[in-house]
């Protein structure tokens, strides 16, 4: 009895060490602004308002971007003009910008400069597209859903034997208390919150053995959210037990079928939250309209 006690609370002590008192920050994530960057033009705002919006609700310690950041190079000028040229920017592969050679080198040169809290870089053929990184108590874990395995050149999309592979192994890693995967598909499509659009009804995988493969990996390692675009439409709900947090669009006013919408992801020690603010339909005033306590 006494060596089960010891156990327990050897147990509790190492995790505790993970868990410090300060951490407490916040993070963004916004996508899908392709081609709508900006500036203001008749009264309308497009990821320009965003960043603004932003700046506005506290920008915390970094933006995460799942996907269609195209082209990055011009997504980069409205976050350094808005946000400044040091906030941190996660870019997740989405299909336009693995389309896209110009797109792929921006991912390159960027990569090659050092990605913060670098962790470990993905499979042969994806060491851009798909990598994991650290912050604080947090482990942050970027998969390029359109890597076939051999090369991260735009293909049809899907998970890849390699790509779970490599997940598997990164999530068996890491000692943080808290886990976040994020790539550009969702698991499952969602209609917009707000609207009720449903629009690229078409999930990461076409395979649903490899999905039900990707959820229990995250079930197994209590992967606190998987976190999305690729849609337009935002939601954040539970798909297969699993919570999904689809970001929606941040065109601002580019797209009409649902609000232009921004996530910040609050977490205090290992209680999570995800504030959902949404945009009017010229994309110049946006209001925090939801939070989910993520549990």
Same mark, same amino acid.
């Given at each position: ?9 050897? !147990?509790?002590? @190492? ?8 951490? +407490? ?28 919006? /932003? ?8 933006? @995460? ?9 011009? /997504?980069?000028?409205?976050? !350094? ?56 108590? +947090? ?41 976040? /995967?994020? +790539? ?10 707000? &609207? ?37 439409? &935002? ?15 941040? %065109? ?13 992801? %609050? /977490?205090?020690?290992?209680? &999570? ?17 939801? &939070?989910?306590?993520?549990?």
């Amino acid at each position: 009895m006494k060596m089960l006690i010891r156990f327990v609370c050897l !147990s509790f002590l @190492l995790y505790c060490s993970t868990c410090r008192a300060d951490d +407490s920050y916040s993070f963004i994530v916004a996508g899908d602004m392709r081609n709508f960057t900006g500036p203001a033009k008749n009264g309308k705002r497009y990821f320009d308002g965003v960043c603004a919006a /932003v700046k506005d609700a506290g920008a915390g310690a970094f933006m @995460l971007s799942p996907g269609d950041c195209d082209p990055p190079g011009a /997504v980069r000028a409205v976050i !350094s003009e808005y946000l400044g040229t040091n906030y941190p920017w996660y870019l997740v592969a989405g299909n336009h910008d693995v389309e896209t050679k110009g797109n792929l080198d921006y991912f390159r040169r960027w990569s090659a400069a050092g990605i913060p809290g670098i962790v470990q870089h993905g499979p042969k053929g994806a060491e851009i597209t798909t990598y994991s990184f650290d912050y604080q108590n +947090s482990h942050f874990v970027v998969l390029d859903d359109y890597f076939n395995g051999i090369s991260d050149v735009a293909s049809k999309g899907d998970l890849s034997d390699a790509t779970l592979r490599w997940l598997e192994q990164d999530l068996a890693a890491t000692t943080k208390p808290l886990i976040w /995967v994020t +790539s550009h598909k969702p698991i499952q499509s969602q209609p917009d919150m707000d &609207t009720g659009r449903v629009r690229h009804n078409d999930p990461m995988s076409a395979d649903p053995a490899r999905i039900d493969r990707f959820i229990l990996l995250l079930k197994q390692y209590h992967v606190r959210a998987y976190l999305c675009g690729h849609t337009h439409d &935002t939601s954040v709900v539970k798909v297969k037990d699993i919570w999904q947090a689809d970001s929606g669009h941040s %065109r601002g006013a580019g797209d009409t079928g649902a609000p232009s919408s921004f996530l910040k992801i %609050r /977490v205090e020690g290992v209680k &999570t939250w995800v504030d959902i603010y949404r945009g009017d339909a010229k994309g110049v005033h946006y209001r925090l309209e939801k &939070t989910v306590e993520l549990d």
